[in-house]
């Protein structure tokens, strides 16, 4: 039972490439977020998913696709990066009405 | 949406003394408000976190209180041991309409040996 995989763990990017995040569930969970991580702003939830097939807007989604084409999989995708993407992403899962479980994060530099 | 405030940004004390951390939220019907311990390079890992049909929930030493007429919980640490150093997140969720949850911008509390 590995929980919730995130990859890569760590990407450099240069502007204007494209790249996707892979986040993986094996807890058979509904929901699923992807969040960034910046210092002292805590974490803002990008995009977010509550079953297969699912998708919608968080607080800052804007830069930023996702697609849940099977329950257990949430993908992130940066179309053209930007430097203000340098930070560091998490996905979480959630069954009911309980607390997220979180991945290891990503951490993605833009330059 | 919801806004979450956390307070303070950082905080220090001596091992062995009690640690508060404070959030405010503005929704008034939020019902749900975990906390987060996420230390260095790590991913954020529950400790805590209560439902607003009660005022208080403790789990030995962490313990988390909610006033929701005020619109604010707390976390308190008793007999902080240096393994408690970390970055703790607040959060809260409207789980009648959606399940997200809205995160504090963190506390990086420092337990001194």
């Known amino acids: 039972n590995a929980g919730v995989t995130q990859t890569p763990k760590f990407r450099v990017l240069k502007t204007g490439q494209s790249m996707t995040l892979l986040c993986a569930q094996d807890?058979?969970?509904?929901?699923m977020y992807w969040y960034r991580q910046d210092p002292g702003m805590g974490l803002r939830l990008i995009h977010y998913?509550?079953?297969?097939?699912?998708?919608a807007k968080g607080e800052v989604p804007d830069g930023y696709n996702v697609s849940r084409l099977k329950k257990q999989n949430f993908l992130l995708g940066l179309e053209s990066a930007a430097p203000s993407q340098t930070s560091v992403y998490f996905c979480?899962?959630?069954?009911?009405?309980?607390?997220?479980?979180f991945g290891s994060g990503t951490r993605l530099t833009v330059v | 949406g919801e806004n979450v405030e956390q307070h303070p940004s950082t905080l220090s004390v001596q091992e062995g003394d009690s640690a508060v951390i404070k959030c405010t939220y503005s929704d008034s019907a939020s019902n749900y408000f975990p906390w987060y311990k996420q230390e260095l390079g790590k991913r954020p890992q529950l400790i805590i976190d209560?439902?607003?049909?009660?005022g208080e929930k403790k789990d030995q030493r962490i313990a988390v209180t909610l006033n929701k007429t005020a619109k604010h919980f707390s976390l308190h640490i008793t007999e902080t041991q240096p393994e408690d150093s970390a970055v703790y997140f607040c959060a809260a969720s409207h789980q009648n309409t959606g399940n997200q949850f809205y995160f504090g911008t963190g506390t990086s509390l420092t337990v001194i040996p």
């Open positions: 209560i439902r607003s049909n009660v």
């Open positions: 807890m058979n969970h509904e929901y």
């Open positions: 979480a899962s959630q069954e009911g009405r309980a607390g997220y479980t």
């Open positions: 998913s509550v079953g297969e097939g699912t998708t």
